[in-house]
T-cell receptor, first 115, second 113 residues
């Protein structure tokens, strides 16, 4: 079974530029999560999708961050414009409702550096 | 939301048993306790989950006392490859999956030869 795929793995941009991250969850997983992990901290949930609907986006800075999950499969997270404090690893995870533990499977992440 | 408290770091040696305790005093009736492991430059990986008493799988055991206000992750005979950050999470396992799971800063385990 293929894992959660993310791209790019690394991105360096200047502040005020825009950037987009892509995530392909495990096939059949209805729930998709985007997390932000700042160095030395635990992952912070940004947004959670159930199929193509948003379940929780309470911690998403909506003035600059946006995310979509078209057709309930792939997802894109965008930052526009980026700030220095957005430097972090952005993790995508997915889980299946058929798995009673709701285990989240994480991708390798995208490391963003904003200069 | 149930808040969790864990030690910031722990040190151990190869072959020893490691016990990491997590405090979650305001755990709710429907909350489950889940532990994840994270290696550098990787996403977290699920280790174990439980609701009460004891749960054991091929890599760890999870001990939960009757009041459920704490839990202990037990790693038997650790090796160097167990050096990682371990996160304790508490959340409601509802019909649509976990929501609002909050990762703390975790416990950084260092295993030495």
């Amino acid at each position: 079974e293929a894992g959660v795929a993310q791209s790019p793995r690394y991105k360096i941009i200047e502040k005020r530029q825009s950037v987009a991250f892509w995530c392909n969850p495990i096939s059949g997983h209805a729930t998709l999560y985007w997390y932000q992990q700042i160095l030395g901290q635990g992952p912070k949930l940004l947004i959670q999708f159930q199929n193509n609907g948003v379940v929780d986006d309470s911690q998403l800075p909506k003035d600059r961050f946006s995310a979509e999950r078209l057709k309930g499969v792939d997802s894109t997270l965008k930052i526009q414009p980026a700030k220095l404090e957005d430097s972090a690893v952005y993790l995508c995870a997915s889980s299946s409702l058929r798995d009673t533990s709701y285990e989240q499977y994480f991708g390798p992440g995208t490391r963003l550096t904003v200069t | 939301l149930a808040k969790t408290t864990q030690p910031i770091s722990m040190d151990s040696y190869e072959g020893q048993e490691v016990n990491i305790t997590c405090s979650h005093n305001n755990i709710a009736t429907n909350d489950y306790i889940t532990w994840y492991q994270q290696f550098p430059s990787q996403g977290p990986r699920f280790i174990i989950q439980g609701y009460k008493t004891k749960v054991t799988n091929e890599v760890a055991s999870l001990f939960i006392p009757a009041d459920r206000k704490s839990s202990t992750l037990s790693l038997p005979r650790v090796s160097l490859s167990d050096t990682a950050v371990y996160y304790c999470l508490v959340g409601d396992r509802g019909n649509t999956g976990f929501q609002k799971l909050v990762f703390g800063t975790g416990t950084r385990l260092l295993v030495s030869p």
